[in-house]
């Protein structure tokens, strides 16, 4: 079976013609217009940018490189072999959202392996990691423990050295893989320095990308095995326009290297409407539960319903509910869901999660205000990690960052391979905006 690099090698010149027969054919049709609520909305809608490795639906969902969660659940080896025994792993889709091929098995443990010989972090990177206070937001411990490594950027060398720009894609593809490899280290660090003393653990590199995760993270249990692995996929690439995937293209795309590229990718991710929703969902919950249980109060329909009032009425977003671009409960939603019920459908969180579910779509509509009342990928992912021990609802983000950066960093791949441009959009004035309309 050929290596990830040998099959981009042979991919990239079919792309690179590919786009060039695109721009000869099509270059100046027409593929949607702005209106001024677009430009003042946060360009919402506004087709700008070429992302390869997903697209996604506001009624479906999520497509990776054309295939649903379902079908990536069907095709994709695990890590036991197989395609559906069990949950497919961050590797696989890996190599799907780089290549937009279903690996085999054994292309996939190939990967494994490389990643772990990238993993190793310079000995700054861990003594900066290893004193900063407890109290900063893992989040952004992350982010500085990614910038550190920059030192190690093959692509910033090369640049520096005069590489001709037909030869960018070599060094990031060193670049993209050694990101990918050194954020799980970096992750395992900033969680047992802030939650366990700096006792850090050792992976095991018998096992895979996820499970040598969990290893160092101090987690050993097949159940949270395959949840990591659920995890890492469904988060890893949601197309372009998401805050974090849209930071790390546009930073990536003034040869800024993919370590600086992502660690804008990651501060993006970071926000409460972002990323940070999944840490804000357990919160909101742990909030609801000890109000009621303090009142002696049971939850349920009616006092979540009241709960959630509350929040509205504070001027507060209902965290983990709500898209930019969905319109329907997201299938990560859903997919997450499924497993609970398949591994832990007593769960007494998972009831509530349940709970809001049924009657959050309602509140939101009567509300009046939200253009998607219905549940995203946040609202779901913590009470997973929560059930099986792991609590530490504020590093919860960390992991998402772990995905992303699967989606993200393949994408930027493809910016250099393909050769794409400075990103540098038209912004305007309230004023220029006002004249213009007033003319028409
Ligand atoms: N709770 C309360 N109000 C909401 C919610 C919500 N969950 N979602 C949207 N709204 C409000 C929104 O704040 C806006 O109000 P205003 O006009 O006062 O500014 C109004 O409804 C219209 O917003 P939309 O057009 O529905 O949503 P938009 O595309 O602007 O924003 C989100 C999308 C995801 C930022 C928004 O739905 C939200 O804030 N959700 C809660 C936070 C969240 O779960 N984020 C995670 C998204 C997924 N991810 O992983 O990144
Ligand atoms: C994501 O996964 O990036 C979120 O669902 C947000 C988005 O797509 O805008």
């Known amino acids: 079976d050929a290596t990830l690099k040998e099959t981009l090698t042979v991919q990239i010149p079919q792309k690179q013609e590919e786009l060039k027969q695109l721009k000869a054919d099509h270059g100046s049709k027409v593929l949607g217009e702005v209106t001024v609520d677009q430009c003042i909305g946060g360009g919402r809608g506004v087709r700008c940018m070429l992302w390869e490795t997903s697209l996604l639906d506001a009624a479906e969902g999520i497509r990776f490189r054309g295939y649903t969660i379902p079908e990536c659940q069907e095709l994709l080896p695990t890590f036991k072999g197989p395609a559906g025994d069990g949950e497919p792993t961050p590797e696989a889709i890996l190599w799907l959202l780089l290549t937009g091929e279903i690996p085999t098995k054994e292309q996939c443990d190939g990967l494994t392996a490389e990643l772990f010989e990238r993993s190793a972090l310079p000995a700054h990177a861990t003594q900066l990691l290893d004193s900063l206070p407890k109290t900063m937001h893992p989040m952004t411990q992350f982010s ?3 910038q550190a490594c920059q030192t190690e950027s093959n692509f910033a060398k090369a640049y520096s050295d005069g590489v001709h720009k037909t030869k960018y894609w070599e060094s990031t593809y060193e670049d993209v893989l050694d990101v990918i490899a050194k954020l799980a280290p970096i992750a395992a660090r900033v969680y047992r320095n802030t939650y366990f003393n700096g006792e850090q653990l050792k992976g095991d590199t018998s096992l895979d990308y996820s499970a040598n995760f969990c290893r160092m993270l101090g987690m050993d249990s097949p159940g949270f095995d ?10 890893s690439d949601h197309e372009g ?10 930073v990536g795309s003034t040869l800024s290297d993919p370590y600086n590229a992502y660690v804008g990718g990651l501060n993006a991710l970071a926000g409460p409407l972002h990323g940070l929703a999944n840490q804000e969902v357990l919160g909101w919950i742990q909030d ?10 049971e939850v349920n329909e009616k006092t979540i319903t009241e709960f959630a009032w509350e929040t509205l009425n504070a001027g507060k977003v209902i965290p983990g509910f709500g898209h930019a671009v969905l319109r329907k409960t997201d299938p990560r939603y859903t997919c997450q869901r499924e497993f609970a019920f398949k591994h832990l459908p007593d769960d007494e969180l998972f009831k509530v999660v349940d709970t809001i579910y049924k009657v959050m779509p309602g509140v939101l509509t009567e509300h009046g205000k939200t253009a998607n009342p219905y549940p995203n990928v946040d609202s779901h992912s913590g009470v997973l990690l ?3 021990g792991f609590t530490q609802y504020e590093y919860y983000t960390v992991l998402f960052g772990v995905s992303r950066a699967i ?3 393949s994408q930027v791949f493809w910016d ?3 050769g794409l441009p400075l990103e540098r959009p038209k912004s305007l004035t309230t004023g220029f905006i006002k004249d213009f309309c007033e003319k028409q």
């Not at 395959?226 to 988060?235: D, G, T």
């Open 386 to 388: 929560w059930h099986y």
């Open 144 to 146: 500085l423990g990614l």
């Open 288 to 297: 609801l539960k000890a109000k009621f249980d303090a009142e002696g109060r």
């Open 226 to 235: 395959e949840l990591m692995r659920l995890y890492l996929v469904i988060h």
């Open 407 to 409: 989606g993200a960093l």
């Open 241 to 250: 326009g998401n805050a974090s995937a849209h930071a790390t293209h546009l």
């Open 416 to 418: 250099r391979a393909l």
